[in-house]
Antibody
């Protein structure tokens, strides 16, 4: 059974940076697209960023464009989210999720990692 | 950007009864529509994709229907484990992928 495990969350001051990681079990990681979705406390789900499996396509929500960078290291079965210039409104649980391709639903989700931006 | 609107915001249902949740898209998403279930403190779980295909392990009492702009998630006989928040999501026209605001199914 494929599992996704996120790490890297924590408390950071406004303007600071944080790097989230998501490690996947299984041997076919490179063929799947990977996505970060966040959920602010008591709120709904918000798509943040996606990266394709092997073709290198990358997309960002307008709310994070220019501040966040998604990347992947297929040899390590990992996807990352580098978050810079963090704001209070970035406070959320960040989930990584898998899709067969960018045109598919997100079939596997990690347990999430909490990011709190506060002074 | 496609806006997804779910109704109602909260649905109060007795165990064993049917629950019907609605999701409307601001423009056609064909059948590129997914439903997710989320319980408190847990990650979302994929229930339905392609508007009507159950994901692996999802019980037959859960069904999805619709196409274009109108979609429905039906749980035919609510069990205790079904009380949760449900989100619809379109993956037809992206970025951005967009989610509805959620419907909370609570015990009546």
């Amino acid at each position: 059974e494929v599992q996704l495990v996120e790490s890297g969350g924590g408390l950071v001051k406004p303007g600071g940076s944080l790097r989230l990681s998501c490690v996947a079990s299984g041997s076919t990681f490179s063929t799947y697209s990977m996505t970060w979705v966040r959920q602010a406390p008591g709120r709904g789900l918000e798509w943040v960023s996606s990266i394709s499996g092997t073709t290198g396509y990358i997309y960002y929500a307008d709310s994070v464009k220019g501040r966040f960078t998604i990347s992947r290291e297929n040899a390590m079965n990992s996807v990352y989210l580098q978050m810079n210039s963090l704001r209070a409104e970035d406070t959320a649980v960040y989930y990584c999720a898998r899709g067969y391709t960018l045109r598919d639903a997100f079939d596997i989700w990690g347990q999430g990692t909490m990011v709190t931006v506060s002074s | 950007e496609i806006v997804m609107t779910q109704s109602p915001a909260t649905l109060s249902v007795s165990p064993g009864e049917r629950a019907t949740l609605s999701c409307r898209a601001s423009q056609s998403v064909r059948t590129n529509l997914a439903w997710y279930q989320q319980k408190p403190g847990q990650a979302p779980r994929l229930l339905i994709y392609g508007a009507s295909t159950r994901a692996t392990g999802v019980p037959a009492r859960v069904s999805g229907s619709g196409s274009g702009t109108e979609f429905t998630l039906t749980i035919s006989s609510l069990q205790s484990e079904d009380f949760a928040v449900y989100y619809c999501q379109q993956y037809y026209n992206w970025p951005p992928y967009t989610f509805g605001q959620g419907t909370k199914v609570e015990i009546k």
